[in-house]
């Protein structure tokens, strides 16, 4: 492979001879999908160029297509094939798979993008941006917090103030009193100021991460173009200057978290030394001091609050501002604030001794408190949105984001009890020497058995709809296949995975079901703790027998589930991160997480799309301005919507000479349902009306694709009717041996898939071609090729 930057034909002064209109070239311009491919796959050809582009993405062509412009089109049969290849932006090494530790900080961030359509109503939906942020900003409290119980509460305070503890842990027993015979680092204050460098230092690398991915992503700079009589932004927000732009507000949410971290761990520290200075016969200075620090942590807290509410994104501009105060002293300010809290908390305090827990109870209590509001008021923004506008094919009738935002919760809170409590049955070996976590904690973690429970039961209801459509479809099968010889095996073969793939329209109620559980599970244990101040298991003694082996079997199995459920978690990712099989299987709920810019969120995982859109829009706007030729834009599976969002960046005029090839595609089944404010039918209908041409193919037997549905005439000016799959049913002339069901992949093989591009092509008329702007080199070349799934 190599360059093909260097290998132009030229005429004697150094220009191309002819233009891409002259010699009436066309490009095809694809996009692959889930798992990515190589660019030998997509081309089926071994030998390519890059024509554009670095190690992370680019745009390859055929080594004997490199000048293809520079011929005429006669001597070749077809476009000009170039693939974009975009799968190092969501694969790698195996260490990438440690985003999966941050799943619910992805989750939240999606729900800010499935809000409900709105028109007019602008104020209603900034309401809803900013409760999505403020969840965010909880996950972030809770991440944080539930490392200072790990490293403060149980290692530090716990387990090295306890005697017997510390015995066993020998790297404690420099800060246990007993065993280091009251050695410098053994007074409460000290420890929990040496413990405090662990969450501080986990805030840090959340800080680091975050700053490193926005270089490489947000930070990437948009195509820009003058604006045109009939350009409005359109129906959706995805065609707005600065939707694939988001630097200024993640480095401002990157700054607000960062400051939220670290000032929770000042807190943390510094809430046991005041609760000791406020005891009768006290140092009155140091009560006084710490009354200070609380002050000013408070106010830290607000500040943060304020950063976070005060701007959402700016999209309808590119926004190249930058908040210089927030960004760099906010988190500053928080850091000064840790550093005194520490010093506070280690100054010299006779008599001081750790017993008990940390009050975490009510720091845990009032974050699940103030989530679970959040997410209510979120449910009611998001029916008022969606009754302004009502979409019947909108998931969940509008209520997706608000749903989604309770699993994000639900599993920062999980994840929190479960690490506590595996941490705490690891310190305390006998179950008595140490507290253990609070007692909210152990509640959360053993709502997961009946929450397993439940989603079993939702499992054996979708077997039994399968069951149920795979009878129905084997009637179908036999009548689209009248003529050739019954099969019993064959038929039920693709009529299972006709109806396999149809599970996934259920998706809606499955989430439905699973985050009301999860409210009311989340509710349950938040009143079982603050009722009883006890473990279920301890709650439960002295009832029915019954009642306390289940609170006992859940407490221990929530906990042990936790703790598999991390190993089996970071294990799946790495191996779909350096398995292509394995990223198929799961990367389509993973490239649709990271789709998306970080809005609500700055540690979630970055956002492809910030660098694959501009990337795939560049090129379109500087192949059509340099040729002026045809360009035929295919896209499979998720490929399809990067190719939709580039289309809506264009300019109208070159959007006008763009035709939309798309197959496998999620477009409206996935995306239109879930985040119908971006990709609902009125955005759809735009999109069709604004490229010269759009066609859609897909299965039935494909569980991802799906048609477009829209509304009048434009539904079958796009959607083709569903491809045969298998191409034939038993062996024929054509296929001698058995045809395989194909589902997601390998759309390429059907003739249909040929047949629609050569319409496509012969639709699109090359325009005059437009004057070629001097100090542009390597504006004529692109690359498109096969998809891959």
Request: with cysteine; proline share 7%; glycine share 10%.
């Amino acid at each position: 492979m190599k360059s093909a930057q260097q290998d132009r034909p030229a005429d004697g002064d150094g220009s191309p001879a002819t233009t891409g209109a002259e010699t009436g070239t066309a490009l095809e311009l694809l996009v692959h999908g889930v798992g990515g491919t190589t660019p030998e796959e997509m081309l089926d050809d071994p030998r390519t160029v890059r024509v554009t582009g670095d190690d992370i993405a680019a745009v390859f062509r055929r080594a004997a297509d490199a000048d293809a412009e520079h011929r005429p089109a006669a001597s070749r049969e077809g476009p000009v094939p170039e693939a974009y290849v975009w799968c190092n932006l969501t694969s790698g090494n195996g260490t990438r798979a440690l985003w999966l530790l941050l799943l619910p900080f992805m989750v939240v961030n999606l729900a800010h993008w499935m809000r409900p359509t709105a028109h007019g109503r602008r104020r209603t939906v900034r309401l809803y941006g900013l409760l999505v942020r403020l969840a965010g900003l909880s996950l972030t409290v809770l991440f944080v917090a539930a490392a200072c119980e790990v490293a403060l509460d149980l290692a530090a305070w716990q387990c090295a103030g306890t005697h017997a503890c510390a015995e066993r842990h020998s790297w404690l027993g420099f800060l246990s009193p007993g065993l280091s015979d009251g050695g410098w680092w053994t007074t409460p204050g000290r420890r929990l100021a040496l413990a405090a460098l662990v969450p501080a230092a986990l805030t840090g690398l959340l800080w680091f991460l975050s700053l490193r991915t926005w270089s490489a992503y947000e930070s990437q700079q948009p195509l820009t173009h003058d604006a045109e009589p009939e350009e409005d932004g359109g129906p959706t927000a995805l065609g707005r200057p600065g939707f694939w732009y988001g630097r200024r507000l993640v480095a401002r949410l990157r700054a607000a978290h960062t400051a939220a971290g670290l000032l929770t761990v000042a807190a943390a520290v510094g809430s046991a030394a005041t609760r000791h200075d406020r005891e009768p016969g006290g140092p009155a200075v140091l009560a006084v001091l710490g009354a200070a620090l609380e002050t000013a942590l408070v106010a830290g807290a607000c500040a943060v609050v304020w950063v976070v509410c005060r701007r959402g994104r700016a999209e309808r501009r590119l926004d190249d501002g930058v908040d210089r105060r927030p960004v760099r002293y906010l988190p500053l300010a928080a850091l000064v604030l840790l550093a005194l809290t520490l010093l506070y908390a280690g100054w010299d305090r006779p008599g001081w001794e750790s017993a008990g827990r940390l009050p975490g109870d009510t720091t845990f209590g009032a974050l699940a408190l103030v989530q679970g509001l959040l997410v209510i008021v979120l449910a009611g923004v998001a029916h008022a949105l969606h009754r302004t506008d009502p979409d019947r094919r909108a998931a969940i009738r509008g209520l997706a984001g608000p749903a989604v935002a309770m699993l994000a919760c639900a599993l920062g809170g999980v994840m929190s009890g479960g690490v506590s409590q595996r941490v705490s049955d690891w310190l305390d070996g006998t179950g008595t020497s140490i507290p253990g976590p609070p007692v909210l904690l152990t509640w959360q973690a053993s709502v997961i058995p009946p929450l397993l429970l439940l989603l079993l039961a939702l499992c054996a209801w979708l077997a039994r709809r399968a069951w149920a459509m795979a009878r129905v479809e084997r009637a179908a099968v036999e009548r689209e296949y009248p003529d050739e010889a019954g099969d019993p095996g064959r038929t039920r073969r693709i009529a299972s995975v006709r109806a396999m793939a149809a599970l996934t329209d259920r998706g809606p109620r499955i989430l439905a079901v699973t985050s009301t559980a999860t409210l009311l599970l989340g509710a349950g244990a938040l009143v079982g703790a603050l009722a009883t101040d006890r473990t279920p298991g301890e709650a439960a003694r002295g009832s029915y027998a019954v009642v306390h082996g289940a609170a006992e079997t859940a407490q221990a199995l929530g906990s042990w589930l936790i703790g598999l459920g991390f190993v089996l978690f970071v294990t799946w990712g790495r191996r779909a991160y350096k398995d292509a099989s394995a990223r198929r299987t799961i990367g389509i709920l993973w490239d649709v997480g990271t789709f998306w810019p970080r809005a609500a969120h700055p540690f979630a995982p970055p956002c492809y799309a910030e660098r694959a859109v501009p990337d795939l829009t560049w090129r379109i706007a500087t192949w059509t301005r340099a040729t002026g030729g045809r360009l035929v834009l295919s896209g499979h599976s998720q490929g399809s919507v990067l190719a939709a969002a580039a289309a809506w960046q264009l300019a109208p005029s070159t959007r006008r000479r763009v035709a939309l090839l798309t197959y496998g595609s999620p477009l409206e089944r996935l995306y239109g349902r879930w985040f119908p404010a971006h990709f609902g039918p009125d955005a759809l209908t735009s999109l069709h009306q604004e490229v010269d041409c759009w066609r859609n193919l897909h299965r039935r037997t494909d569980p991802i694709g799906g048609p477009m549905r829209l509304p009048g005439d434009c539904g079958p000016a796009v959607d083709r009717p569903p491809l045969q799959d298998p191409l034939a049913y038993g062996r024929t002339e054509a296929h001698p041996l058995p045809s395989p069901i194909l589902g997601h992949s390998d759309y390429q093989a059907d003739p249909a898939f040929a047949e629609e591009r050569r319409r496509l092509l012969a639709r699109l008329r090359p325009d005059l071609p437009a004057p070629r702007r001097t100090g542009e080199p390597g504006d004529a070349q692109g690359s498109a090729g096969r998809s891959s799934a």
